[in-house]
């Protein structure tokens, strides 16, 4: 369903994106960029967020869980909670059979309309991507200029 090797990107990317905010001050990956606009630690708790709510919510059919940015306190709290949840939506993408794959959720806004579990994780990985961006742009303002090429495939 995923390649091997989008995989290994995806499940890398916790650490990865954390990793490079690390030099930066908390204040700093908390101050939004302008009016209206995320903090680098509010992007990445609704990356987080985002996967949870697809993986866990809609594929796997958990009770709904909403992250709010102000519940964590530093990179490290923020990556013990996306770690071991990036963990089960990998194994959960590896470990699907064809007609796991296939089978359709409906939307929890609207349930006439519907995807299915390959539909939901690519969403997933590709929604990642965009606020992947957000966040190197926020660290280039933030004056970082030896950002690394993450795409998924390197």
């Excluded at 993986?55 to 923020?78: C, G, H, K, M, N």
């Excluded at 995807?115 to 926020?138: D, K, L, N, P």
């Amino acid at each position: 369903m995923i390649p091997d090797r989008i995989l290994r990107s995806f499940s890398a990317l916790p650490e990865e994106l954390t990793g490079l905010c690390r030099p930066h001050s908390w204040a700093e990956l908390t101050t939004p960029p302008g009016e209206g606009m995320r903090s680098i630690r509010d992007i990445l708790v609704h990356m987080m967020g985002a996967e949870y709510s697809w993986i866990q919510t809609v594929v796997l059919r958990a009770p709904r869980r909403r992250y709010r940015p102000e519940e964590f306190e530093d990179l490290d709290a923020i990556l013990s909670v996306w770690r071991p949840q990036r963990e089960a939506t990998v194994a959960l993408a590896a470990g699907l059979s064809p007609a796991e794959a296939s089978s359709r959720r409906p939307f929890p806004w609207d349930p006439t309309q519907t995807a299915s579990v390959e539909e939901i994780i690519w969403h997933v990985v590709t929604h990642e991507q965009y606020h992947r961006g957000q966040v190197f742009t926020r660290l280039a303002l933030l004056g970082r200029q030896d950002l690394p090429d993450q795409d998924l495939l390197r």
